[in-house]
């Protein structure tokens, strides 16, 4: 059982499916720059990772994939569309109050812009469940996990022994590493078994009840 006063919860793939969104949001981004997206189930595999990397990996350079960002977050955020299409993961409200009745204090650590995850936080009624939402800048700084985990452990005055993130992607894994905290993988998202033991998960959860038996 790991015994940590602070939780960083990931979003995209721990907390809710945003799958639908997401995916039909690259579809929409590369379809106007004239680029074929491929079938919406292989776009699953870019949930989770900071997106500007997957458009520069799908599309070849910088500049295209800085307007292919612009226009998956017209479509996800600006008309809402994406943002929506988005399913809670079954049991996370009552794991989350759980664990906040016990004393811990709860943080989103995502690789999303800020203002859109404090959004997705709110549609489904999870903001006082939370200290505070902390996500990527619309610059893209602090997209990167471990950075983003340095941050929050810095402006909190969290000491990474009393720490422990929570993540479906070896990126949520390898940032919590780089910062000297625990993380624990959850099977229920995008990542693999092998993918978070390999990343250094020092546990697996099947569910959210699961995380009350390690935390």
């Known amino acids: 059982m790991i015994n940590a006063q602070n939780i960083l919860f990931d979003l995209d793939g721990t907390i ?109 009624g999870l903001s006082d469940l939370f200290v505070k939402v902390y996500g990527a800048e619309i610059d893209g700084t602090r997209s990167d996990k471990a950075e983003l985990i340095a941050y929050i452990l810095a402006c909190e005055n969290i000491t990474p022994k009393d720490a422990v993130m929570i993540g479906d992607r070896k990126h949520d894994i390898i940032g919590a590493v780089k910062n000297g905290i625990r993380a624990i993988g959850v099977l229920w998202g995008y990542g693999s078994a092998e993918e978070l033991r390999e990343a250094g998960a020092c546990a697996l959860c099947e569910s959210p009840q699961g995380l009350l038996r390690e935390l």
Do not use: C, W
């Open 16 to 124: 809710s499916d945003p799958k639908e969104g997401i995916t039909k949001s690259i579809a929409y981004a590369l379809e106007e720059l004239d680029h074929t997206p491929p079938p919406l189930e292989e776009l699953t595999v870019y949930i989770g990772p900071p997106l500007k990397n997957a458009f520069e990996e799908m599309l070849g350079s910088s500049a295209q994939a800085e307007k292919a960002l612009s226009l998956y977050r017209y479509r996800y955020n600006e008309q809402g569309r994406g943002m929506i299409e988005n399913i809670l993961y079954p049991a996370i409200p009552e794991t989350l109050a759980a664990l906040k009745q016990q004393g811990k204090q709860l943080f989103i650590a995502t690789s999303k812009a800020v203002d859109i995850a404090e959004k997705v936080v709110g549609h489904f």
